[in-house]
């Protein structure tokens, strides 16, 4: 299961304390107490694992490491260990306190969200030609803490949309190497499936029901994950009694989740076309031309449909 909202608590690592310490060498007196070692800072980094979430469902609270008080050979204390949290890519990260907003799109990116605190001045850093003997010494300082709302929104090219037993997940299946699991029910898939075909990411987002966009079922959950996809590619059942109504039940929901979702360039694919009769293929085909004239009919167990699909999806690259 993939895991695409959790909350978590950050704080960086306390700055050591400086330290009073002076020299027991006789004609070396004075003071040698060193400083604080910094706090160890937090960081969120990428990765193209989806499921990276997955691990914060239990565990809320995260810390980096605390700095080392100073030594008495004026030396300063080690660092404390920096935290680095893995993101998947696709990460939009809130900052509840904050209010700011950013987001992680390429593997790799490492981001700074905490900032230890620095260590604190021990006495060898207070003596003065007036105070060659000074006592003072500072505690290091609290590192930042945070509040996070992390949110997954997947990366695709293509996403997949439809109500449920479109037959997106097998079609899914068919032209990539998703091995998605389907079955003939009239629910919604779980969570989102991904698969690539020549370098296109392609999302099977969960079928939608009427009322979604308002909380109604799993699709408003998932809705967020078609914001950044290039293509929608509509699905639409040819054994349904009504695929007009099919059509504006998704569309309707897309636009009231967010108009946006509405201007993006869409395909109208017709599955399940081995289950109807050509009339009945060439009289839908013709209606939903009426919305666009990208409209095609597919089957996963016909080959020239299939080819034909996997030209139409590549040539969305161009």
Not at 42 to 48: K, L
Not at 83 to 102: D, H, W, Y
Not at 215 to 230: A, D, E, S, V
Request: proline share 3%; glycine share 12%; aromatic share 6%.
């Amino acid at each position: 299961m993939i895991t695409d909202e959790v909350k978590i608590i950050t704080r960086a690592g306390k700055g050591g304390d400086g330290i009073v310490a002076f020299d027991k060498i006789k004609m070396s007196l004075g003071p040698t107490g060193g400083k604080g070692g910094d706090g160890g800072n937090v960081f969120f980094e990428s990765v193209r694992d989806l499921t990276a979430l997955n691990k914060y469902k239990q565990r809320k609270e995260y810390f980096a490491g605390p700095g080392r008080n100073g030594k008495a050979d004026r030396s300063t204390g080690h660092t404390g260990r920096d935290l680095t949290l893995t993101l998947p890519i696709g990460s939009v990260i809130k900052n509840l306190k904050t209010g700011a907003e950013f987001e992680i799109t390429t593997a790799g990116e490492k981001i700074l969200v905490a900032k230890g605190g620095l260590g604190g001045r021990g006495n060898y850093l207070f003596r003065s030609s007036k105070n060659t003997s000074p006592e003072e010494y500072e505690e290091g300082k609290p590192g930042e803490k945070a509040e996070f709302f992390i949110e997954l929104r997947l990366i695709a090219d293509i996403g997949l949309v439809g109500l449920p037993n479109a037959g997106k997940s097998s079609l899914l299946n068919e032209i990539t190497n998703a091995n998605v699991k389907v079955a003939n029910y009239a629910f919604t898939t779980l969570e989102p499936n991904l698969g690539v075909l020549d370098n296109l990411v392609i999302a099977d987002i969960p079928g939608l029901i009427e009322g979604a966009s308002k909380g109604k079922g799993l699709g408003i959950k998932f809705l967020k994950h078609i914001q950044r996809t290039k293509v929608l590619v509509h699905c639409i059942s040819l054994e349904s009694d009504d695929l007009m109504k099919d059509y504006k039940t998704v569309r309707k929901e897309l636009d009231d989740y967010s108009k946006k979702l509405t201007q993006k360039k869409e395909i109208i694919f017709l599955t399940k076309s081995d289950l109807v009769s050509e009339e009945k293929i060439t009289e839908n085909t013709a209606l939903m031309k009426k919305i666009t004239p990208e409209v095609y009919s597919v089957s996963i167990h016909d080959w020239d449909s299939l080819q034909n699909l996997l030209k139409i999806l590549s040539d969305t690259q161009a």
